[in-house]
């Protein structure tokens, strides 16, 4: 069994910076891309950034040239930088990972909550 386990979210006043943090566990033999999402209250989960095992990177456009997402390949790790938040930003933040163990499955975190103060 695969888990993901996210940490570093929490209260910052608009302008901010907070990172973000999940590392994956269990029995893996591969994670294709990790990557972040995030659920504001009464709307659907989005896409925030994600990394694919090669490298190539895809951010929200709302997040571009704001947030950055990198990666540990070998020790299962992805963080998300996230500088000049914003009000807008405040969400629950998921952490997901594509990874195959027998098979493939796509796996996400408890998630961490980011508030962001006016």
């Known amino acids: 069994q695969v888990q993901l386990v996210e940490s570093g979210g929490g209260l910052v006043q608009a302008g901010g910076s907070l990172r973000l943090s999940c590392a994956a566990s269990?029995?893996?033999?591969?994670?294709?891309?990790m990557g972040w999402y995030r659920q504001a209250p009464g709307k659907q989960r989005e896409l925030v950034a994600t990394?694919?095992?090669?490298?190539?990177?895809n951010y929200a456009d709302l997040v571009k040239g704001r947030f950055t997402i990198s990666r540990d390949n070998a020790k299962n790790l992805v963080w998300l930088q996230m500088n000049s938040l914003k009000p807008e930003d405040t969400a629950v933040y998921y952490c997901?990972?594509?990874?195959?163990?027998?098979?493939?499955?796509?796996?996400w975190g408890q998630g961490t909550q980011v508030t962001v103060s006016s």
């Open positions: 997901n990972a594509l990874v195959t163990t027998g098979g493939q499955s796509s796996v």
């Open positions: 990394i694919i095992s090669g490298g190539r990177i």
């Open positions: 269990g029995t893996i033999l591969r994670i294709s891309a």
